[in-house]
């Protein structure tokens, strides 16, 4: 019988049985990478990683000498081979191992410089994006600057949003599509402030020495260092006070230089006003009662 004819120590139903067990094992995997190459590409359009890029092209770099070879191997189990033939077999597969294996150690490589080329690229590309948003903003990180109602110290500029560390500690959160929107004030890149102040004295106050308070004011902002006097006038006639409103400039950015100049303005005001008998106006009412 056929069956019972032996080929280099098997029969033809063991040849037979081997045969397709190694066809069907490639099929097999065949089809497995194939499904498996497009469940990754199609996960790959869903996601903003690259992992799944990565396995995609290892799977299309799997090539089917190393699939025949493990095909052939599983066929051989039905098979009785000498130690010979078995060791061939073995070599064969250990050597498409490690040709695949070089394959896919290419693809991680080019992964790598890939990733690594995108990654510098982006941050040139990141670079040259905050260059031009914070010319456009303008503001910089450390510059103190408001935006609306806040106020607070630049922490961090990001692609899309903008951090501020305000005076009480919190920090405040802006996207940087509002804050092209909303009106920024950046003290930092002042190079001095301008002051505007108004002081009220009552009314009884005699003619000759209203006619004084401008140029007494004058004197004291003059004699002040860093400040250039602008004017002073006699301005308005409210309801329980006659005001004056000054103008004065200060040479210099920093906020705490400024309050200590307003200050010694105020107390030096204060002391000249005290010395001329000036008297300030505060909210009052008074009745005057006809004897008839």
């Known amino acids: 019988m ?34 498996l190459y497009r469940l990754m590409l199609s996960l790959a359009r869903k996601t903003h990683n690259d992992i799944d890029d990565l396995v995609a092209d290892l799977l299309q770099r799997l090539k089917y000498p190393i699939l025949t070879m493990i095909a052939i191997n599983t066929g051989a189990r039905f098979l009785e081979l000498c130690i010979k033939v078995k060791a061939i077999f073995n070599m064969l597969l250990v050597l498409t191992a490690l040709l695949q294996l070089a394959l896919w150690g290419n693809g991680i490589i080019d992964y790598i410089i890939r990733r690594r080329r995108q990654k510098q690229l982006d941050e040139e590309s990141s670079s040259t994006t905050l260059s031009a948003l914070t010319s456009v903003l303008p503001f910089v990180i450390g510059d103190f600057i408001t935006i609306d109602n806040f106020r607070g110290n630049v922490e961090h500029i990001g ?3 903008t951090r501020l560390r305000s005076l009480s500690g919190e920090q405040l959160i802006f996207s940087n599509s509002d804050l092209l929107s909303s009106r920024i004030s950046n003290f930092k890149r002042m190079q001095q402030r301008r002051a505007q102040f108004i002081i009220t004295v009552i009314y009884q106050t005699p003619l000759e020495k209203l006619q004084t308070i401008p140029s007494l004011i004058e004197e004291i902002i003059n004699n002040i260092r860093e400040t250039r006097f602008e004017r002073a006038h006699f301005s308005t006639f409210s309801a329980a006070s006659l005001d004056f409103e000054i103008v004065y400039w200060v040479e ?41």
């Not at 200590?260 to 005290?274: E, G, R, S, T």
């Not at 008998?277 to 009052?284: H, M, R």
Request: with cysteine.
């Open 159 to 161: 692609l899309k949003t």
């Open 2 to 35: 056929v069956a019972e004819a032996t080929f280099w120590g098997n029969t033809a139903s063991h040849w037979l049985r081997g045969g397709i067990a190694a066809a069907a094992i490639l099929l097999l995997l065949i089809g497995f990478k194939a499904l």
């Open 252 to 292: 210099s950015a920093e906020y705490k230089t400024f309050m200590d100049i307003q200050q010694k303005i105020n107390l030096a005001i204060c002391h000249k006003f005290a010395e001329l008998e000036i008297e300030f106006a505060y909210p009052t009412q008074t009745l005057f009662i006809n004897n008839t």
